[in-house]
C-alpha cells in the first residue's frame, strides 16, 4: 500500500466524470492497488471520512469511506432513493481549510458493487449518508463548495 497525493480544487481532474468500472479486482490488479492505496491515504490523513479515485487523480466510479471505524467501498455506485432533507457542515480533503453548510438528503439507499464484482444494496442516514451523496458527487466532478449554502468561517479572536 503506498500513500497517494491528494488532487486540490482547481485541479481539472476534480471537474470530470469517472467512469464506470467494467473489470473488478480478480481481474485487474491494478483496481485492489489503487482501492488498497485509496484506503491507506484516507486512514493516515486523519481528516476525511471519505475519498473518491478521482481525489487520487484516477477516473473510476469508486470511493471509500471510514465512519467511525467502520470501512466501506463503493464501485459503480447508484442512488436508488432518497429521503428527507437535512443541513450540516462539511469539508473535503480536495478543498483544505474550506468548511460550509450544505443540504442534503437525510436517508439515501445506493447500490454498488464491493471490489470482487458482488453488487450489494445499503440504506444510510446521517454521516454515512452524506458520506455517500458527498463522494458520489465526486465521481460527476462535483465539489461541496458548488453546492454549499454558505461557508463557515472559524473566528478567531
Ligand atoms: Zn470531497
Redesign the pocket.
Given at each position: 500500500m503506498a500513500f497517494r497525493n491528494i488532487v486540490k480544487l482547481g485541479d481539472e481532474i476534480l471537474r470530470k466524470k469517472s467512469k464506470e468500472i467494467k473489470k473488478f479486482v480478480n481481474d485487474d490488479k491494478k483496481l485492489a492497488i489503487l482501492l488498497d492505496d485509496m484506503k491507506e491515504t484516507l486512514i493516515k490523513t486523519n481528516l476525511g471520512v471519505?475519498l473518491?479515485a478521482p481525489?487520487v487523480g484516477i477516473l473510476k466510479r469508486a470511493f471509500v469511506m471510514d465512519i467511525n471505524g467502520l470501512y466501506f467501498e463503493m464501485l459503480n455506485p447508484v442512488i436508488l432513493k432518497t429521503k428527507g432533507m437535512c443541513e450540516e457542515v462539511e469539508g473535503?480533503?480536495?478543498v483544505p481549510g474550506v468548511h460550509g453548510v450544505v443540504r442534503r438528503p437525510e436517508q439515501v439507499t445506493v447500490e454498488a458493487y464491493d471490489r470482487y464484482g458482488d453488487k450489494y444494496v445499503l440504506t444510510a442516514e446521517g454521516l454515512l449518508a452524506r458520506c455517500i451523496l458527498?463522494?458520489y458527487d465526486?465521481l460527476d466532478g462535483i465539489?461541496?463548495t458548488d453546492i454549499m449554502e454558505r461557508e463557515i468561517v472559524d473566528e478567531i479572536e
Open positions: 471519505g473518491a481525489q473535503c480533503l480536495s458527498h463522494e465526486h465539489v461541496f
